[in-house]
């Protein structure tokens, strides 16, 4: 069999999701873990939104709506936005594709940072672009250099906004020097897939930035149900942008992408402000909690605008990794995205919160750490 499989098809790497902890389990011959690993929300999604995915599986026979109607609507209504600034995906995973697709061809340049979300290097390298990658400054997003590197074959700036891993949120007068100097044939994407925890004191409006486009260069925000509303399996997220941005990404996207059970939850989801509102609260004190304890631990945890956050743990973090995990505890190292010594955890229940700090405690003795 001789395949013809394109270049840059070939040298892609392919993401590297976290195991679920039913492999991590078989793997280490351990049972009972929780998983801190992956930034979900640990309360899960409203009572609400899963009796209405109840019933919409009745309803499985039928295609779901192509348009998302209802969702958008309520989408507008909730954000104060028109619904043509709408763009609704499988996970907002699916509107960095659209994005891609609609505005990058061969040999076209998107510029992101690292550490940040790997997909939006692949989808560019799929499309046969230029991927130019600008290395964080001070754990943030390096807006000078980024800046720097934008050309006549420029199309797109990826930077998520608070930064995953490192849980930074671009301040408001930087990013508004920022957008001010760039040319209106680039569009930013802002990736805000952890914005409804950051802290009010700190957070900022920038739904405004998708219509002020006359006298500067186009934005887009990206937005999940993944999070905050605890639907990460279910796959639904949300991009917000001007009509003629919208109407492209319309023409790539497959119909029926958003599947029946996802809208209805979506829907019912957003409209529980009481669970959300709880799940937030809850996170925030996890989170204080979970970082005073650590640094008494002696490891040193890192500020941040999301619902998890990186520690220092002065030591080679994939060996306290694999420390964790004898002990059931699944964490993530960040030695891959040049943290050697640090790991992230998100914030879990009361409950996972305290065994996570057992296990650390432990771990950090054995490995000889603090």
Request: glycine fraction near 8%; include cysteine.
């Amino acid at each position: 069999m001789k395949l013809q499989i394109p270049k840059n098809i070939d040298e892609i790497t392919p993401y590297p999701p976290g195991k679920p902890i039913e492999e991590l389990e078989r793997e280490y011959g351990i049972s009972g873990s929780i998983k801190l690993a992956s930034n979900e929300s640990p309360f899960g999604p409203s009572p609400t939104a899963v009796k209405a995915m109840h019933t919409a599986l009745e309803n499985l026979h039928r295609y779901p709506d192509g348009s998302c109607y209802y969702l958008i609507r309520a989408l507008a209504a909730h954000l104060g936005v028109a619904a043509e600034h709408i763009v609704v995906g499988n996970g907002s995973n699916e509107i960095i594709e659209f994005l891609v697709k609609g505005f990058v061809k061969e040999n076209d340049e998107v510029i992101t940072s690292h550490p940040s979300f790997l997909m939006y290097q692949k989808f560019v390298q799929i499309r046969g672009g230029i991927n130019h990658v600008v290395e964080l400054k001070d754990m943030s997003h390096d807006l000078d250099a980024v800046a720097g590197l934008i050309s006549a074959d420029t199309r797109l700036i990826f930077l998520d906004n608070p930064n995953n891993p490192t849980g930074t949120l671009i301040p408001q007068n930087r990013l508004k020097s920022f957008l001010s100097q760039l040319p209106d044939h680039v569009v930013v994407v802002l990736d805000e897939a952890y914005i409804d925890f950051v802290d009010d004191d700190n957070s900022y409006d920038t739904l405004s930035l998708i219509d002020d486009v006359e006298n500067r260069c186009p934005v887009v925000l990206l937005r999940t149900f993944s999070k905050a509303y605890g639907l990460a399996g279910l796959r639904i997220g949300f991009g917000l942008m001007c009509e003629p941005i919208a109407a492209c990404l319309h023409k790539v996207r497959q119909p029926f992408n958003v599947n029946l059970v996802a809208q209805h939850g979506a829907l019912a989801a957003l409209g529980d402000k009481v669970f959300y509102q709880n799940t937030l609260s809850k996170t925030a004190s996890g989170k204080r909690y979970l970082m005073q304890e650590v640094e008494k631990r002696g490891c040193k945890a890192y500020p941040s605008e999301t619902n998890f956050f990186l520690i220092d743990v002065k030591g080679d973090a994939t060996t306290l990794y694999e420390t964790m995990l004898k002990r059931g505890v699944i964490v993530r190292s960040m030695k891959a995205y040049g943290f050697a010594n640090f790991i992230r955890i998100n914030v879990g229940t009361d409950q996972e919160n305290n065994r996570f700090l057992q296990a650390l405690e432990q771990a950090l003795a054995e490995c000889g750490y603090v």
